[in-house]
């Protein structure tokens, strides 16, 4: 997976599929954002915050740009404590 420093080795069906979609949602950035923050959090995640999870990755993607850099309105339907927490992840967090 491009990018992804987590391997989908032992994760069950519906994270490997998070997982993928997190580092492929068609521009780089939102990758290295969503997918950074799967590879640091997706092992550990609810049920619940898997539903959000989803339902974050299938907000279009200039608005949830623009939300998750504190440049815009957050996206109809998405919000939650796992969007606050992903708004805060910063990439070398994931790296420690």
């Not at 309105?73 to 992903?86: I, R, T």
Request: charged letters at 30%; aromatic letters at 6%; hydrophobic letters at 40%.
């Amino acid at each position: 997976m491009t990018g992804s420093r987590l391997s989908s080795d032992g994760l069950d069906a519906r994270r490997k599929r998070l997982l993928f979609r997190c580092w492929h949602r068609g521009t780089k950035e939102l990758d290295l954002i969503i997918g950074g923050f799967a590879d640091a959090h997706l092992p550990t995640l609810t049920d619940a915050e898997l539903d959000e999870l989803e339902t974050i990755i299938e907000a279009p993607e200039p608005e949830l740009y623009a939300a998750l850099i504190n440049d815009g309105a957050v996206p109809q339907g998405v919000s939650g404590s796992l969007f606050e927490k992903m708004k805060s992840f910063r990439v070398v967090d994931g790296l420690r």
